[in-house]
């Protein structure tokens, strides 16, 4: 590193990409099954309740740790490869 240089790093290339609080491709696929609930299967209250939980969890978890999605998948991918 040289002494009295320094490169600008943005807030956007760092923090991941959330709607809501939610991860973008967790809270667009919540949305398209409360929306499918709701509107295809005329359930109206059960597809917001589903959109409501739905998205509250997905909130909760980005909470914790905002790549659970990406370490879930990478888990399951994986499986059982270090198992005791």
Not at 5 to 15: A, D, K, N
Not at 39 to 53: D, E, S, T, Y
Not at 55 to 69: R, S
Request: net charge positive; glycine share 14%; charged share 15%.
């Amino acid at each position: 590193m040289i002494d009295g240089y320094s490169i600008p790093i943005h807030r956007s290339l760092t923090e991941p990409l959330l709607m809501a609080g939610a991860p973008r491709g967790i809270a667009i696929i919540n949305g398209t099954i409360a929306a499918a609930v709701g509107l295809g299967m005329q359930m109206w209250a059960a597809g917001i309740v589903l959109g409501l939980i739905g998205h509250a969890a997905a909130v909760y978890a980005a909470k914790k740790d905002p790549k659970f999605l990406e370490v879930g998948v990478r888990h399951l991918k994986h499986g059982q490869y270090l198992s005791c």
